[in-house]
Nanobody, 115 residues
Framework: QVQLVESGGGLVEPGGSLSLSCTGSGSTFSGMVMSWYRQAPGKQRELVAS???????HYLNSVKGRFTVSRDDAKNTLYLQMSALQPEDTAIYYC?????????WGQGSQVTVSL
């Protein structure tokens, strides 16, 4: 079965940095759009950043300049580098690979920004 496995979540203090990764297995993911979403308690899931196979990127306005999305297609891996983290960034972060009628999600990774 296709799996997207996330790693790198955790607790960080405001102003700190954290990096997430998402590695796919069980399929070919080249050509797919790879994205990061997040969902805070009681809130709707929102798109944080996305990256096409052509490296065109999109960012949620509130994370622009602080987060960087990248991908390594040879490793089927998506990354999210986060800096200047704030409590408002606290959420479960999910990766998503989509395209060609397929839609795969990671298991979620908790990011908590707190003193």
């Amino acid at each position: 079965q296709v799996q997207l496995v996330e790693s790198g979540g955790g607790l960080v203090e405001p102003g700190g940095s954290l990096s997430l990764s998402c590695t796919g297995s069980g399929s070919t993911f080249s050509g797919m759009v790879m994205s990061w979403y997040r969902q805070a308690p009681g809130k709707q899931r929102e798109l944080v950043a996305s990256l096409t196979s052509g490296t065109n990127s999109h960012y949620l306005n509130s994370v622009k300049g602080r987060f960087t999305v990248s991908r390594d297609d040879a490793k089927n891996t998506l990354y999210l580098q986060m800096s200047a983290l704030q409590p408002e960034d606290t959420a479960i972060y999910y990766c998503r690979f989509t395209g060609g009628g397929y839609d795969y999600w990671g298991q979620g990774s908790q990011v908590t920004v707190s003193l």
